[in-house]
């Protein structure tokens, strides 16, 4: 399988080093994505400050926190290189606006999941039609679920190979290279964001809180999902992941 021969490729590599063999092996067909998260940030910064051809792009669902903004334009102003935005369609936008109001998804499941699929997933689409390898900045200690993904994945939904270039980095581990590089990161991190979303669906965590309870927090634990980011679970069943936002 295509993802056993490049897991071999990569074995014993470091990120940035990987990353390199993936842009030499499939040019013009690798994109990162980026929600400015910690994560995201030091990806970023290893995609621009080493001159990889990895496109990177964000999904700009109209309803970010303004620190987000922030941070978006403090990484286009120290590094220089384009982040691309991929936007809903308005179309659906205002179709749903129209008929549900602006906050239909604390009204149910059903209701945040149509509000992410347009979005979020549409707009995701678009972003890896004609790509060949997605890179995210999930970590495996993110949740207990990302734990039995791997670096390296097929993506059967979206027909793309996946790879998480810090996956077995810890947290600490990621702090670290943000303050080593003077890295830029979303102000909210610091005031108890660690995953960090759309601002209606996003809070802080309380101390002792899971990460990703800030998320979606009105919602049942095993509900919370959008379906950015699908692997394979131990028993065959699809199992369903909003990405660290979009990793």
């Not at 994505?33 to 995609?47: L, N």
Request: aromatic content about 12%; charged content about 25%; proline content about 5%.
């Amino acid at each position: 399988m295509i993802k056993d021969i490049i897991k071999q490729k990569i074995a014993g590599l470091e990120p940035v080093e990987a990353l390199r063999l993936l842009s030499e092996t499939y040019p013009g067909k690798i994109i990162f994505s980026t929600s400015f998260g910690w994560e995201d940030q030091v990806i970023t910064h290893m995609i621009f400050a080493n001159k990889l051809p990895i496109k990177v792009f964000t999904l700009e669902t109209g309803r970010l926190f303004p620190e987000t903004y922030y941070t978006w334009n403090r990484t286009l102003e120290i590094y220089g290189q384009p982040i691309h935005a991929y936007y809903p369609q308005a179309a659906a936008v205002e179709q749903m606006v129209s008929t549900k109001g602006p906050s239909s998804f604390y009204e149910s499941v059903e209701n945040r999941k149509e509000c992410c699929a347009i979005r979020k997933i549409e707009p995701l689409k678009r972003a890896l039609a004609g790509n060949e390898v997605w890179i995210t900045g999930i970590r495996a200690d993110q949740s207990a679920n990302r734990e039995h993904m791997e670096n390296i994945e097929w993506d059967e939904n979206n027909q793309i190979i996946k790879f998480h270039p810090i996956f077995d980095w810890s947290l600490d581990n990621v702090k670290q290279h943000i303050r080593q590089y003077n890295i830029p990161y979303n102000p909210l991190h610091d005031k108890g964001f660690p995953s960090i979303g759309c601002a209606p669906c996003t809070r802080a965590v309380r101390e002792g809180e899971d990460f990703r309870a800030g998320r979606w927090w009105w919602e049942d634990q095993s509900k919370k999902e959008c379906g950015l980011h699908v692997t394979e679970a131990h028993d065959n069943e699809e199992v369903f992941f909003e990405g660290n936002e979009q990793n």
